[in-house]
């Protein structure tokens, strides 16, 4: 069973930086992708990043790209998330996700079959 648990998130001023961490109790995502998804107030949930299961192809959101990183340690069960230059359109409940039908990090929410309960992030101006 697939049980994750976000932690990091916090509020910061813009261009501040915070580290996301997904961490899996139940040890079974390490053969799965991951990726994180984020909420905002009002609006959809939205892909932020994904990560294959070796961690050697990953995939960001055009509005991401550049600032954040995802990463992950099998040996750790855990996901990663570096988010750096944070702007106040980064404010949103973020959400960890694993996806076990696919083999390449995959932008598409109804891929993910596990999510964690989520975690928010707050950049103030």
């Known amino acids: 069973q697939v049980q994750l648990v976000e932690s990091g998130g916090g509020s910061v001023q813009t261009g501040g930086s915070l580290r996301l961490s997904c961490a899996d109790s139940g040890r079974t995502s390490s053969r799965s992708v991951m990726g994180w998804f984020r909420q905002a107030p009002g609006k959809d949930r939205a892909f932020v990043a994904a990560?294959?299961?070796?961690?050697?192809?990953?995939a960001y959101a055009d509005s991401v790209k550049g600032r954040f990183t995802i990463s992950r340690d099998n040996a750790k069960n855990t996901l990663y998330l570096q988010m750096n230059s944070l702007k106040p359109e980064d404010t949103a409940v973020y959400y960890c996700?694993?996806?076990?039908?696919?083999?390449?990090?995959?932008?598409?929410?109804?891929?993910?079959?596990?999510w964690g309960q989520g975690t928010q992030v707050t950049v103030s101006s």
């Open positions: 990560i294959s299961w070796r961690g050697d192809s990953t």
């Open positions: 996700a694993a996806a076990f039908r696919t083999r390449s990090p995959t932008r598409w929410i109804n891929d993910y079959d596990y």
